[in-house]
């Protein structure tokens, strides 16, 4: 695609017409240049929608935790528990570490960012373009569909991507450049009934024809159910805990699992249920085990609600209810 420079001019002008018009211009983030309230929201809308993310963690979140700073010195237990709900504890752990690292101040380019804790080179452009004003391209969800669809691109390849990202900005306009590309791909170009008849790239859009073919499907591989046994050890009304080490769910709290277990006439089977992550369903069942001497450390119902446990660990401490 070899345009000039008036035709790019023409595009960039467009998008900021739309923005004016439909841009989502009174979201929170959006009206601070604080670098950590941005940051904030660029590792919670990762995996979360903006309505989940704007009703209910955003603002508990910020006043616990009010500055980067009172994160790095916060005890990972309650930044875990701050989050507790919002699932991908890994965003939280690194979040804490990035604390840390920076002594609660970020840096200021992209560049340095992205040398942090789990921001990756997207959000390293988002809060260096949208906190300190650098001139620099993003590439989230929404942004990388609007380009597979304004370039006609069937295989996935980031590096190409980026090329693109770059090919499209808009150096001039960086800010309002890039929240218009996240909204319109989140409300004209969506993932399955895109609205091309709205969108302001409707005329020089090579996918407009058939948006959905750009890009290739992923194949997706049905996900695994896990069939586990949540135990619960239980004496004197307190009931055993410890924390998690895995990639998954590391530093929350929660009843231990096992595939097998064999049941005597002293278990209790609390209930079933099945638990959903990502890559796998988990199927489980929970035992209650009374009167288990050699388990620590225990803690009450009223302990554990204190604590930062996983969705299933949540779902069990109902059921034990």
Same mark, same amino acid.
């Given at each position: 695609?070899?345009?000039?420079?008036?035709?790019?001019?023409?595009?960039?002008?467009?998008?900021?017409?739309?923005?004016?018009?439909?841009?989502?211009?009174?979201?929170?983030?959006?009206?601070?240049?604080?670098?950590?309230?941005?940051?904030?929201?660029?590792?919670?809308?990762?995996?979360?929608?903006?309505?989940?993310?704007?009703?209910?963690?955003?603002?508990?979140?910020?006043?616990?935790?009010?500055?980067?700073?009172?994160?790095?010195?916060?005890?990972?237990?309650?930044? /875990? $528990?701050?989050? =507790?709900?919002?699932?991908?504890?890994? #965003? @939280?752990?690194?979040? &804490?570490?990035?604390?840390?690292?920076?002594?609660?101040?970020?840096?200021?380019?992209?560049?340095?960012?992205?040398?942090?804790?789990?921001?990756?080179?997207?959000?390293?452009?988002?809060?260096?373009?949208?906190?300190?004003?650098?001139?620099?391209?993003?590439?989230?969800?929404?942004?990388?569909?609007?380009?597979?669809?304004?370039?006609?691109?069937?295989?996935?390849?980031?590096?190409?991507?980026?090329?693109?990202?770059?090919?499209?900005?808009?150096?001039?306009?960086?800010?309002?450049?890039?929240?218009?590309?996240?909204?319109?791909?989140?409300?004209?170009?969506?993932?399955?009934?895109?609205?091309?008849?709205?969108?302001?790239?409707?005329?020089?859009?090579?996918?407009?024809?058939?948006? /959905? $073919?750009?890009? =290739?499907?992923?194949?997706?591989?049905? #996900? @695994?159910?896990?069939? &586990?046994?949540?135990?619960?050890?239980?004496?004197?009304?307190?009931?055993?805990?410890?924390?998690?080490?895995?990639?998954?769910?590391?530093?929350?709290?929660?009843?231990?699992?096992?595939?097998?277990?064999?049941?005597?006439?002293?278990?209790?089977?609390?209930?079933?249920?099945?638990?959903?992550?990502?890559?796998?369903?988990?199927?489980?069942?929970?035992?209650?085990?009374?009167?288990?001497?050699?388990?620590?450390?225990?803690?009450?119902?009223?302990?554990?609600?204190?604590?930062?446990?996983?969705?299933?660990?949540?779902?069990?401490?109902?059921?034990?209810?």
């Amino acid at each position: 695609m070899d345009w000039s420079l008036s035709r790019y001019n023409e595009i960039h002008q467009k998008i900021g017409i739309w923005y004016q018009e439909h841009g989502r211009v009174t979201l929170p983030w959006r009206n601070t240049d604080n670098p950590y309230k941005i940051y904030l929201s660029e590792i919670m809308l990762q995996q979360t929608q903006v309505k989940t993310v704007l009703t209910r963690f955003y603002f508990p979140f910020l006043e616990r935790f009010p500055t980067l700073k009172s994160v790095a010195e916060a005890p990972l237990d309650d930044v /875990l $528990k701050a989050w =507790e709900g919002l699932g991908y504890y890994t #965003r @939280a752990r690194n979040m &804490h570490k990035t604390a840390q690292q920076t002594n609660g101040k970020l840096p200021n380019t992209a560049k340095q960012l992205q040398e942090l804790s789990g921001i990756g080179q997207s959000t390293a452009h988002a809060v260096a373009s949208f906190s300190f004003g650098q001139a620099v391209p993003i590439l989230d969800a929404n942004v990388k569909r609007i380009l597979y669809r304004f370039f006609a691109l069937t295989q996935r390849n980031e590096k190409i991507l980026w090329e693109k990202a770059y090919q499209l900005f808009d150096y001039r306009n960086a800010y309002l450049y890039n929240q218009a590309m996240m909204d319109i791909g989140s409300i004209v170009c969506t993932h399955r009934n895109p609205q091309c008849d709205l969108c302001p790239f409707q005329r020089e859009c090579q996918g407009k024809v058939n948006p /959905l $073919k750009y890009p =290739e499907k992923k194949v997706t591989k049905k #996900r @695994a159910i896990k069939k &586990h046994f949540m135990l619960i050890y239980s004496k004197e009304n307190r009931y055993f805990l410890s924390k998690n080490s895995t990639k998954l769910l590391g530093g929350l709290w929660g009843f231990p699992q096992v595939e097998s277990f064999n049941l005597t006439k002293k278990d209790k089977i609390l209930g079933n249920f099945t638990h959903h992550y990502t890559h796998f369903k988990l199927d489980l069942t929970v035992i209650l085990l009374k009167n288990s001497s050699n388990k620590n450390p225990l803690f009450t119902i009223e302990e554990i609600d204190k604590l930062a446990l996983s969705g299933a660990d949540r779902k069990a401490l109902e059921l034990l209810r």
